[in-house]
């Protein structure tokens, strides 16, 4: 008779990219925003892994089979306009060329391999980029768009709590699909640039108010392929705590869903 291992109860493993950032007098850091780590752990119940920004030197061949999603987190910096053919930026924008040079291809090799992903602010518009879409520098220059920037002078919880617009979401796709209780919903917003030309073979999942694109899905992706401009991270709290807000904690339950169908068919393929 024989005997079937049991497959091992873990939580699947979910990488969050890193931002290179170098503080005055002191070493360069590869950091992770503590509340992206926190929303893949508690919001959408995975391990967190900190992918360093290693450009060409991180080897994702032997990376992604071992992973079961991957986070694209929002930063301060934006991409650099020359791998979207965009216009040299002003001299005062921020930019992180080593996270450029990770995430842009991790994107490509991530969708290409089926392993789920979910892109927040920056990481909505490198998914974009990586794909073949342009951007808007400043949206808020552009004429016709709302002025989609937070209130620096704000305190943090106030930039982030604030729902600044309101989102239609688009029928029949992801997005309607795991929130099929509002076609309208109120966002917060904290960017700057958006998207000019969507890249080929992403779909519109939400716009705002004004018509700029809010949110997208990769047609006939292997698995979850979803991007948002605002920032879900902030407000996945379960609904007994401070700030829930039920929207956003379905985004993250959706994501971690998706890491867990692809964590169980890896160990499967594991414990056959």
């Keep these: 008779m024989s005997v079937t291992t049991p497959i091992p109860d873990t939580l699947p493993l979910v990488g969050v990219n890193a931002c290179s950032q170098q503080l005055p007098g002191r070493h360069p850091f590869f950091i992770a925003g503590e509340k992206y780590v926190r929303a893949v752990a508690e919001g959408a119940g995975a391990l967190p892994l900190v992918i360093p920004a290693l450009g060409e030197h991180l080897p994702m061949a032997q990376m992604l089979p071992l992973l079961d999603g991957i986070l694209l987190?929002?930063?301060?910096?934006?991409?650099?306009?020359?791998?979207?053919?965009?216009?040299?930026?002003?001299?005062?924008?921020?930019?992180?060329?080593?996270?450029?040079?990770?995430?842009?291809?991790?994107?490509?090799?991530?969708?290409?391999?089926?392993?789920?992903?979910?892109?927040?602010?920056?990481?909505?518009?490198?998914?974009?980029?990586?794909?073949?879409?342009r951007l808007y520098q400043k949206v808020h220059e552009v004429g016709h768009f709302l002025d989609h920037r937070e209130d620096k002078n704000a305190s943090i919880d106030v930039q982030y709590n604030t729902l600044a617009h309101?989102?239609?979401?688009?029928?029949?796709?992801?997005?309607?699909?795991?929130?099929?209780?509002?076609?309208?919903?109120?966002?917060?917003?904290?960017?700057?640039?958006?998207?000019?030309?969507?890249?080929p073979g992403l779909r519109i999942e939400a716009v705002a108010e004004d018509g700029l694109i809010e949110a997208f899905s990769v047609m006939g992706a292997k698995s979850f392929a979803l991007a948002v401009q605002w920032h879900p991270e902030w407000q996945w709290h379960p609904s007994d705590q401070v700030g829930d807000f039920p929207f956003y904690r379905a985004i993250f339950k959706a994501f971690g869903d998706a890491c867990r169908a692809r964590h169980a068919q890896r160990l499967a393929s594991l414990h056959p």
């Excluded at 040299?88 to 090799?109: F, G, M, Y």
């Excluded at 688009?170 to 998207?195: F, K, R, T, Y």
Aim: contains cysteine; glycine residues 12%; hydrophobic residues 35%.
């Design 166 to 199: 309101r989102i239609q979401i688009q029928a029949g796709g992801c997005l309607a699909q795991l929130w099929p209780q509002d076609q309208e919903v109120m966002v917060n917003s904290l960017h700057g640039q958006g998207i000019e030309t969507l890249a």
């Design 73 to 133: 987190t929002g930063s301060p910096s934006n991409i650099e306009p020359h791998h979207y053919q965009g216009d040299p930026s002003d001299p005062d924008s921020e930019h992180d060329p080593k996270r450029d040079a990770t995430t842009l291809p991790l994107v490509r090799a991530a969708v290409a391999a089926g392993v789920p992903i979910l892109g927040i602010c920056r990481g909505f518009q490198e998914m974009n980029v990586a794909l073949g879409g």
